[in-house]
């Protein structure tokens, strides 16, 4: 059974610093794309960053470029998002997912593309 649990989330003012983190179990991690997707009152899902773990590239959305930094440890079947320099518009339920193709992406992939969803944890960010 896959199962995606998201911890870190919490509140924090502006400016301020989060860490959170998707365990995953039940399919092959390392073979997988991880992807961090939120979503805030009233707002469209939004994807924020993913890893491809078979080759480990990278993708972020703008508004998180620059202050955001995803990571995945394959020993732990953890991806963690460092999420810094932290804005009241970054509020919002962030989801973990996971998509069954691993390596390089033209773009960022779409939401479609993941098939298997954690049930959140809300970021909540005061300015």
């Known amino acids: 059974e896959v199962q995606l649990v998201e911890s870190g989330g919490g509140l924090v003012q502006a400016g301020g610093s989060l860490r959170l983190s998707c365990a995953a179990s039940?399919?092959?991690?390392?073979?997988?794309?991880i992807g961090w997707f939120r979503q805030a009152p009233g707002k469209e899902r939004e994807g924020v960053s993913c890893?491809?773990?078979?080759?480990?590239?990278?993708y972020y959305g703008d508004s998180v470029k620059g202050r955001f930094t995803i990571s995945s440890d394959n020993a732990k079947n953890t991806v963690y998002l460092q999420m810094t320099n932290l804005k009241p518009e970054d509020t919002a339920v962030y989801y973990c997912?996971?998509?069954?193709?691993?390596?390089?992406?033209?773009?960022?992939?779409?939401?479609?593309?993941?098939?298997?969803w954690g049930q959140g944890t809300q970021v909540t960010v005061s300015s």
């Open positions: 890893i491809a773990n078979r080759d480990a590239s990278t």
């Open positions: 039940g399919f092959a991690f390392d073979e997988y794309t």
């Open positions: 997912a996971a998509a069954s193709y691993g390596s390089t992406w033209y773009e960022f992939p779409h939401a479609k593309y993941f098939s298997s």
